[in-house]
């Protein structure tokens, strides 16, 4: 079991960005992922994924590394539904789940959402990915939320980001945890500081193993709001590891605790779907 660890936001902004080089996609900034593989060893990558991801060539060690480093199609197939659909993320908490990149929860702080958390299974994806990802996209973009229309506008960031100057408010609205899914809810359940469920959880890529199915499930009955919605963005078949789309859907018609719909298919290449989950 991978205890649930809450990974705070250094001070100084810069030390997240340090040695980072950053692309952009879709209006995001995101880490360079072979820079990272190059440099990130040490206490920096505790856990030894980016060495296992890299000597192994496999984006997936099931137990060990879940993923993280990598972004998948499925996320950019959630992002068009956002914008195709209008999800309003205006004043809501919400929770990307097994975040890796953490592009899906940006996107929901650039929507003005309330709070949003971030949480991967892995804790060197928190530190060397998601966290820098959203510290880049906050502070290089002033407030870093405007429009679409305002961002379009403004001049493409150099490859390496602008030093972070102050910290930014929209920061202070993250939260970053990592560890087994299980775990995590315990955490904030258990947790001191005042703990609202999440008016929308969003996932992507997570289903692809039926072994996590029921820690899944778990964690978002636990965590959803009675009126909340889940966003899960996935193929429809995971060859080699088994799940899939439907596996997962008739999991959960079992279960009895949920009522699903499928919103979105996405024929080209492998077939993949977006369902939306709420309480029965």
Same mark, same amino acid.
């Given at each position: 079991v991978k205890a649930a660890k809450e990974h705070n936001i250094p001070e100084d902004l810069n030390k997240v960005l340090e040695n980072k080089v950053m692309e952009k996609v879709l209006d995001l900034c995101y880490v360079k992922l072979s820079v990272v593989e190059m440099t990130c060893s040490g206490d920096a990558d505790s856990e030894g994924i980016v +060495?296992?991801? $890299?000597?192994?060539?496999?984006?997936l060690i099931p137990g060990v590394y879940e993923g993280g480093l990598k972004i998948w199609e499925c996320t950019f197939d959630l992002m068009d539904y956002f914008s195709e659909a209008k999800i309003e993320f205006t004043n809501k908490t919400v929770l990307d789940l097994g975040c890796g990149a953490g592009l899906l929860g940006i996107v929901a702080l650039r929507g003005k959402a309330e709070r949003v958390h971030f949480q991967d299974y892995n804790s060197t994806v928190i530190d060397? @990915?998601?966290?820098?990802?959203? $510290?880049?996209?906050? @502070?290089?973009?002033?407030?870093?939320?405007? /429009? =679409?229309?305002?961002?379009?506008? +403004?001049?493409?960031?150099? #490859? =390496?980001? #602008? !030093?972070?100057?102050?910290?930014?408010? $929209? &920061?202070? !609205?993250?939260?970053?945890?990592?560890?087994?899914?299980?775990? $995590?809810?315990? &955490?904030?359940? /258990?947790?001191?500081?005042?703990?609202?469920?999440?008016? @929308? %959880? &969003?996932? +992507?890529?997570? %289903?692809?193993?039926?072994?996590?199915? =029921?820690?899944?499930?778990d964690t978002l009955a636990q965590l959803l709001d009675k009126n909340g919605r889940v966003y899960l963005a996935s193929k429809v078949h995971y060859f080699g590891v088994g799940g899939g789309i439907y596996l997962f859907e008739k999991f959960i018609e079992e279960k009895n605790v949920f009522r699903t719909s499928m919103v979105k298919t996405i024929d080209q290449g492998l077939q993949r779907c977006i369902m939306e989950i709420a309480f029965k």
């Open positions: +060495s296992k991801s $890299v000597s192994s060539h496999s984006d060397e @990915i998601t966290l820098p990802n959203v $510290v880049a996209n906050c @502070i290089n973009e002033g407030s870093g939320m405007g /429009s =679409r229309k305002d961002r379009k506008a +403004s001049k493409p960031p150099s #490859k =390496r980001p #602008k !030093k972070a100057e102050g910290s930014s408010d $929209v &920061l202070n !609205k993250c939260r970053f945890f990592s560890g087994e899914w299980s775990e $995590v809810s315990q &955490l904030l359940l /258990s947790s001191n500081k005042l703990f609202s469920k999440y008016d @929308i %959880i &969003l996932t +992507s890529e997570t %289903i692809y193993n039926p072994d996590y199915y =029921r820690a899944l499930h």
